[in-house]
């Protein structure tokens, strides 16, 4: 009998230990949603500067955001991102596209969506340490990406660094840092973004000035309002 308690003792452990750790990433990761959400209609104006073995070029980048929805314009892409979809103007008419790379660079518009809790599959801790929480997740499909990496800064409950695997769970092909917070539509908003590329030498930095307070007709975050200039806001 005595036998049979201590085996058992570990495996009762860890069956209540298993509730409380989902409780822990989900309300943390419920943090991070809450202040990614813009409270308030935002714009963005910076420069998308890329880097390869060719040399560096650079393009101006736009992003108008509200709620959970972005609108970006950049390279001459204009695109709706919301979660794991992008829908794209090409030839006048919107399309669903989910692997479209800005400029160039290695930076996919997925990689700009505003973080959801509903974008992640069974999240994960998988480390705590001085860098901060690390959130391991499967994306919720359709994604491109087989697994996504997050560290946490647990304190002000914000995203500063994002590995991504494609194909396959251990082919990482890129990792992200997110630096230069200003607080802004009721949520903390990185100015400075790097992608750094493993399977190739590209490399992005995206510099973006955050404000608040501009009209932005209500059509420019639906599909019907994709085709129409947002020239005035930024004027």
């Known amino acids: ?6 085996l058992a003792v570990p495996v009762i452990g860890a069956t209540l230990a298993m509730p409380a750790a989902a409780s822990r990433v989900h309300d943390l990761l419920a943090l991070v949603a ?39 314009e950049a390279g001459g ?3 709706l991102v919301r979660g794991t979809k992008a829908l794209v103007l090409q030839d006048g008419r919107p399309h669903v596209r989910r692997d479209v790379a800005l400029g160039g660079s ?3 518009l997925q990689d700009l969506a505003v973080f959801t809790t509903q974008t992640l599959h069974f999240p994960q801790i998988s480390d705590d340490g001085p860098m901060g929480v690390v959130v391991t997740s499967a994306p919720r499909q359709p994604s491109i990406y087989a697994l996504v990496v997050h560290t946490i800064n647990p304190k002000h409950a914000r995203i500063t660094r994002t590995k991504y695997f494609r194909h396959a769970v251990n082919n990482l092909v890129k990792r992200s840092r997110f630096t230069d917070f200003v607080y802004v539509a009721d949520g903390w908003r990185p100015q400075t973004s790097t992608w750094d590329g493993v399977d190739d030498t590209r490399a992005s930095e995206l510099t973006l000035v955050w404000r608040t307070g501009p009209t932005v007709p209500w059509r420019l975050f639906r599909p019907i309002g994709l085709a129409e200039s ?3 806001i930024f004027d």
């Open 34 to 72: 809450d202040g990614a959400r813009f409270g308030t209609v935002a714009v963005a104006a910076g420069t998308l500067r890329v880097r390869d073995d060719d040399g560096e070029h650079t393009i101006s980048v736009r992003v108008l955001a509200r709620g959970r929805t972005l609108r970006v």
């Open 230 to 232: 947002s020239d005035g």
């Open 1 to 6: 009998m005595v036998r049979w308690l201590r």
């Open 106 to 108: 290695n930076v996919l």
């Open 77 to 79: 892409t204009t695109a």
